[in-house]
């Protein structure tokens, strides 16, 4: 008889917001259930603006999962784009197929 031992790698995980620049935003229901078109690095995604509801066209706003949680300046925005790059940790934006992708900023 045999017996098998699984050692399971310990980690950490950690949930990241993402900040990317809202290009346009889509308001036709209501004020309250607006999305934007938000460009993280040139990929484009639509994001949920509920949380942020004062978010207008050109500000830098953190989403995380699809959601717009604040505002940030751009200078902020930036940087912590940067340290994602850096770090690459920005995987689950590449573009699936049929996906939008913008030019880079």
Request: hydrophobic share 40%.
């Amino acid at each position: 008889m045999f017996e098998f031992y699984y050692f399971i790698k310990k980690a950490t995980v950690m949930c990241l917001a993402i900040p990317g620049k809202i290009l346009s935003i889509n308001d036709e229901f209501d004020d309250i259930f607006r999305t934007a078109k938000v460009s993280f690095n040139g990929i484009i995604k639509e994001v949920n603006l509920a949380m942020v509801p004062e978010a207008k066209t050109g500000d830098y706003v953190m989403v995380h999962v699809g959601s717009a949680i604040s505002i940030v300046d751009e200078e902020e925005a930036k940087k912590t784009m940067e340290v994602l790059l850096k770090m690459d940790e920005l995987t689950e934006l590449e573009n699936k197929e049929g996906e939008e992708e913008g030019e880079s900023e």
